[in-house]
């Protein structure tokens, strides 16, 4: 499994956990915590994925090495 | 509304402030439950908290922050650690012990550093347990049912589901159970175990302490294992075990306030939202354009 891939899964991983335990808190019928969750999930994964390619916009522009 | 059905008694009625009570047990345990009238149980409490910290203090000697590197030791350094739970003993050891004497020579440990340092860190998450049954104490007309909330925040500590089993919730119970034990377990894979060390990684412990019983007792049967090899994955990890401990604070919150909603009759988190969600009116339609020669309506 290449490097990326590997760190790609474990952070799926943490996602997960972090998205069940915030559903879990925001919601305190299992229910609507579990039907909540693909979009939660989702959202969460989407608000990452913005938040790294600003932070490689902003290390391709401004870095210097 | 659920919160016109609340059965907590009016601030007139109540055996104290809530807020003060929760404060005073911050700083003394059993202070508040003494300013809520209740002394034997005050005592009962500054006994077991402050007592546990007093043994964690002798067996090591007072040298738990010695832990931290020499450049990271300032006078909010140590606050980011499970003895901040029981302020007053936390203050004290800083100012008594502090991070031992100047100059700052590494010092050998004593032979009881470990279990020392446990118990002091065990005495902040018990005060927290105090605390939040002041807090209940000071609003409930019961004596005996107030202390069902701050028994499922203690459980859920301990094992990180057993508040919810507590409840009856048996597949949330099991869902945070497999999740964060999972997710230390898998941690702790990754760093070899090099994460079960206050020592090597004072704030990652902090964090993963929170986990409670799978975290203390997986540091007791194979804590400071040597590291004789390149750990590739650590810091993801170290990330993961001290994670699993964090969200393991949200469980015992949901635990407190499912609890805490049952006891007084309060909405349950969610529910609110949901009713309200329910009660909005449909989405209102954009009425059709009349066609040529029809009156509109």
């Known amino acids: 499994m290449s490097e990326l891939a590997l760190h790609l899964a474990l952070f799926l991983v943490v996602s997960f956990a972090i998205v069940l335990m915030g559903s879990f808190y925001a919601d305190a019928h299992d229910r609507a915590a579990l039907s909540a969750l693909p979009r939660r999930l989702a959202t969460f994964l989407l608000g990452c994925a913005v938040l790294a390619a600003i932070l490689l916009a902003c290390e391709f522009l401004f870095a210097r090495v | 509304m659920a919160a016109a059905h609340s059965q907590i008694p009016p601030p007139s009625t109540r055996r104290g402030d809530p807020n003060v009570a929760v404060i005073l047990t911050w700083f003394l345990p059993g202070a508040g439950h003494l300013y809520l009238g209740r002394g034997l149980l005050a005592l009962a409490v500054f006994a077991l908290v402050a007592g546990i910290y007093a043994l964690g203090l002798w067996l090591s000697h007072g040298m738990t922050f010695e832990y931290l590197d020499p450049e990271l030791r300032s006078a909010?350094?140590?606050?980011?650690?499970?003895?901040?739970?029981?302020?007053?003993?936390?203050?004290?050891?800083?100012?008594?012990?502090?991070?031992?004497?100047?100059?700052?020579?590494?010092?050998?440990?004593?032979?009881?550093?470990?279990?020392?340092?446990?118990?002091?860190?065990?005495?902040?998450?018990?005060?927290?347990?105090?605390?939040?049954?002041?807090?209940?104490?000071?609003?409930?007309?019961?004596?005996?049912?107030?202390?069902?909330?701050?028994?499922?925040?203690?459980?859920?500590?301990?094992?990180?589901?057993?508040?919810?089993?507590?409840?009856?919730?048996?597949l949330r119970a099991l869902l945070v159970f497999v999740t964060l034990v999972g997710l230390f377990a898998l941690g702790t894979l990754l760093a070899h175990g090099s994460n079960l060390s206050r020592e090597r990684h004072f704030y990652y412990w902090a964090g993963q302490f929170l986990l409670g019983l799978p975290a203390l007792a997986s540091e007791l049967i194979v804590g400071d294992a040597p590291v004789t090899g390149e750990l590739p994955l650590v810091e993801v990890g170290l990330v993961f075990a001290c994670v699993a401990g964090m969200l393991n604070v949200l469980a015992m919150i949901d635990a407190f306030g499912w609890e805490e909603a049952e006891l007084f009759g309060l909405p349950k988190r969610g529910e609110e939202r949901a009713a309200a969600e329910h009660a909005a009116p449909p989405p209102s339609r954009t009425p059709a354009r009349p066609r040529d020669g029809e009156v509109p309506t």
């Open chain 2, 76 to 170: 909010l350094a140590p606050a980011l650690s499970p003895e901040a739970g029981n302020l007053g003993a936390f203050l004290w050891q800083l100012r008594r012990f502090g991070f031992g004497p100047e100059p700052w020579y590494p010092r050998p440990f004593p032979p009881y550093m470990r279990l020392g340092s446990m118990l002091t860190a065990l005495s902040g998450v018990l005060n927290i347990v105090a605390m939040a049954h002041a807090h209940v104490l000071a609003r409930s007309p019961s004596v005996r049912a107030s202390a069902r909330p701050a028994l499922a925040v203690g459980l859920a500590w301990l094992v990180p589901g057993l508040g919810h089993l507590y409840q009856g919730r048996r």
